[in-house]
Nanobody, 124 residues
């Protein structure tokens, strides 16, 4: 129904920047909001940021406020995550997600579709 593909991950030094992209295809009209999550092996998947498809309202985890910016290009069906001032603790596999219903944005269980993930590694 909906396919999500992330790109843009890589390895950078602390203080550097990366921009992640998520391309959506399929029945995208069913999506009401999208988000970025990250996960480290052995830990739970954590919400990073979200954006409402109509209106562009955003939300961020406290740990990334002021450093990360989520945005979307509705016409191109692409969502972005601009990550600045990266820290070693930002190292994780980052996932793009989409949901069909409104709710708690940071709860991964409320999302219906997921990308394959893209690795971000930040060295000290």
């Amino acid at each position: 129904q909906v396919q999500l593909v992330e790109s843009g991950g890589g390895s950078v030094q602390a203080g550097g920047s990366l921009r992640l992209s998520c391309a959506a295809s399929g029945y995208i009209s069913s999506i009401v909001s999208m988000g970025w999550f990250r996960q480290v092996p052995g830990k739970e998947r954590e919400g990073v940021a979200s954006i409402v498809t109509y209106g562009g309202i955003t939300a961020y985890a406290d740990s990334v406020k002021g450093r990360f910016t989520i945005s979307q290009d509705i016409d191109k069906n692409i969502m972005y995550l601009q990550m600045n001032s990266l820290k070693p603790e930002d190292t994780a596999n980052y996932y793009c997600a989409a949901k069909k219903a409104y709710g708690l944005w940071s709860n991964p269980n409320q999302y219906n579709y997921w990308g394959q993930g893209t690795q971000v590694t930040v060295s000290a």
